[in-house]
T-cell receptor
């Protein structure tokens, strides 16, 4: 089985712009979760989608949003980028939900200048 | 809060030495997961512990869940350079809350 894929792998944006990241889960996995990883805050849960519905959400501002398509592929969007949004954004898929074993993708490295 | 603390934050060892990382929670855990992230890589699931006092082994790795289900540990016997990376524990609530991680460096 192919693993979780994420595009793009690297992205450079400037403050105020918006960005969309994409994630394709492992075939058969219906739950997709997004995490932000920074040196200072570690690995933090953003949100989880299951069957095109957001099922769970972390403590992030409304600038962070996501969606899931009928084929389980997911996108996350960050609007009005801030310098502090520079991070590795990881997508993970699982069979059931965000407490199940997470299979992570390689991540998207976002740099905000 | 729900924060899961891990100690130590960093550990440098000589190849062949043992290594242990500890995961502590202020509240009882229903279960705990462990992940490893190699430098430049992404977290990879290692194991899940569910029962009080549970001990599981994977080759040189030994995982333990405390009797009170408030702490867990990962012990690596005779480290190798391939063990380099950051080890995270993660607690289950309605989502996975990851620990602060322990970065292991192994010198040959």
């Amino acid at each position: 089985k192919a693993g979780v894929t994420q595009t793009p792998r690297y992205l450079i944006k400037t403050r105020g712009q918006q960005v969309t990241l994409s994630c394709s889960p492992i075939s058969g996995h219906r739950s997709v979760s997004w995490y932000q990883q920074t040196p200072g805050q570690g690995l933090q849960f953003l949100f989880e989608y299951f069957s095109e519905t957001q099922r769970n959400k972390g403590n992030f501002p409304g600038r962070f949003s996501g969606r899931q398509f009928s084929n389980s592929r997911s996108e996350m969007n960050v609007s009005t980028l801030e310098l502090g949004d520079s991070a590795l954004y990881l997508c993970a898929s699982s069979r059931r939900d965000s407490t199940d074993t997470q299979y992570f993708g390689p991540g998207t490295r976002l740099t905000v200048l | 809060g729900q924060q899961v603390m891990q100690i130590p934050q960093y550990q440098h060892v000589q190849e062949g030495e043992d290594f242990t990382t500890y995961c502590n929670s202020s509240t009882t855990l229903s279960n705990i997961q462990w992940y490893k992230q190699r430098p430049g890589g992404h977290p990879v699931f290692l194991i899940q512990l569910v029962k009080s006092g549970e001990v599981k082994k994977q080759k040189r790795l030994t995982f333990q869940f405390g009797e009170a289900k408030k702490n867990s540990s990962l012990h690596i016997t005779a480290t190798q350079t391939t063990d380099v990376g950051t080890y995270f524990c993660a607690r289950n609530t309605d989502k996975l809350i990851f620990g602060t991680g322990t970065r292991l460096q192994v010198f040959p």
